[in-house]
């Protein structure tokens, strides 16, 4: 698996793109903890690994 700040800022934009089209069809939660835990379960079949030391917050 590829850490997230491995990537490329282009790569990591173009991610975060296609996580915002998933992510308007989901239920909204206003939890951090909760939008990092499903960041991850969305990269993670993408062979991105995704944690909270990736996040703003860590």
Do not use: H
């Amino acid at each position: 698996m590829t850490r997230w700040k491995e990537l490329s800022p282009e790569r990591q934009m173009d991610l975060r793109a296609a996580y915002d089209i998933e992510m308007a069809r989901q239920t909204n939660t206003c939890s951090i903890d909760e939008k990092i835990a499903r960041f991850a379960e969305w990269l993670a079949p993408q062979g991105v690994a995704f944690g909270m030391e990736d996040s703003a917050k860590g």
